[in-house]
């Protein structure tokens, strides 16, 4: 059992930048998968960005490819999703997730079997 806890999301002028952090319970965090996905209001909880268990794998969705940064500390049980020149089509709820299969790297909701409860970024125009 994985308990995942988002923090770091906000309000911010397009143009902007916001740090989001994850931090999971137990042991086991070096060996999950990690992701990030973001659902806007009225839309599907769409990928954001993916992690592998060692950190040297890293995947993102398009339309945050060269502004967002997704990156893991396996000793302090966090991952992070910098997140530069923010826009508006940003804002969502942020959540992150961990798949229990470390050798899958996935950017599909449905493989990911523990979900943090999501932090709120609005960017503003």
């Known amino acids: 059992q994985v308990q995942l806890v988002e923090s770091g999301g906000g309000l911010v002028q397009a143009g902007g930048s916001l740090r989001l952090s994850c931090t999971a319970s137990?042991?086991?965090?070096?060996?999950?998968?990690m992701g990030w996905f973001r659902q806007a209001p009225g839309k599907e909880r769409e990928f954001v960005a993916v992690?592998?268990?060692?950190?040297?794998?890293?995947y993102y969705a398009d339309s945050v490819k060269g502004r967002f940064t997704i990156s893991r500390d396996n000793v302090k049980n966090t991952v992070y999703l910098q997140m530069n020149s923010l826009k508006p089509e940003d804002t969502a709820v942020y959540y992150c997730a961990a798949d229990s299969d470390r050798w899958r790297v996935a950017t599909y909701t449905y493989a990911y079997d523990y979900w943090g409860q999501g932090t709120q970024v609005t960017v503003s125009s």
């Open positions: 137990g042991r086991a965090f070096s060996s999950y998968t």
């Open positions: 992690i592998n268990w060692s950190g040297d794998i890293t």
